[in-house]
């Protein structure tokens, strides 16, 4: 996390609104300390996690329930690794291995998260539990490689935990598709600079930037979206929903 990260800037919005919370890391990410920096300037803690790790989760959870004195009203799941796109590996020609790493850590780590806080009854009915996702889990985009299967288990591992949350314990579970954003995890793609330019220019509002997906995520906490849960929520400005626009025609004029 640093702050370029939209988890960054949520952090910074939920504080402006008189949240509290806990930060977390994987343990090899906290060697850069830039989130210490985050940390201090919201007065949080921070614990360590590996999100991978169930135990490291339980850990997790039960220490922040302890620090913030009973059970939490919201979770942001920002995570999103593909080794085989740092590898430079093709889609057609993948290593499994790191595919299954990346799958772990982008989208089965939601369902790990999820799974022990409804086990340790850490979140508190109407509660809100929000991921942040990327339109080629719907939408071919080459380049964006095995994280498209990644986001599209996720978006799934959403809907149907929600399901089940929301019988249960009346816990909203949703995914935010977000424009793409230069993110670190974004700017390793391929291509990434020129899409964001591609982006802005298929898109009636252009681009939505971390901060405004902050404000979204923001919006999801609260009890004014109370039934809202199980969707994905496009946050792009309209990019979803655009076929072609004049700005993009004219770049292929004569």
Known sequence: M???????????????????????????????????????????????ADATSVEDLEKLISESMEILGGKIDFILHSIGMSVNVRKGNHYTDQNYDYTHKGLDVSALSFHKVMQVAKKLDAVNDWGSIVALTYIAAQRTFPDYNDMADNKAYLESIARSFGY???????????????????????????????????????????????????????????????????????????????????????KFGA
């Open 164 to 250: 089940h949350y929301g019988v249960e314990k009346r816990v909203r579970v949703n995914t935010i598709s977000q424009s793409p954003t230069m993110t670190t995890a974004g700017s390793g793609v391929k291509g990434f600079s020129e899409f964001i330019s591609f982006a802005e220019n298929m898109s009636p509002l252009g681009n939505a930037d971390a901060s405004a997906c902050a404000d979204y995520c923001i919006a999801m906490f609260s009890d004014l979206t109370r039934y809202v849960t199980m969707q994905n929520l496009f946050h792009d400005g309209g990019f979803s929903s655009t076929g072609v626009t004049t700005a993009v025609i004219e």
């Open 2 to 48: 640093n702050s370029q990260s939209i988890a960054w800037h949520v952090a910074e919005k939920a504080h402006e609104q008189g949240a509290q919370f806990v930060l977390t890391n994987a343990p090899i990410a906290m060697r850069m300390g830039e989130i210490n920096e985050l940390a201090e300037k919201t007065g949080s803690k921070i614990i360590p």
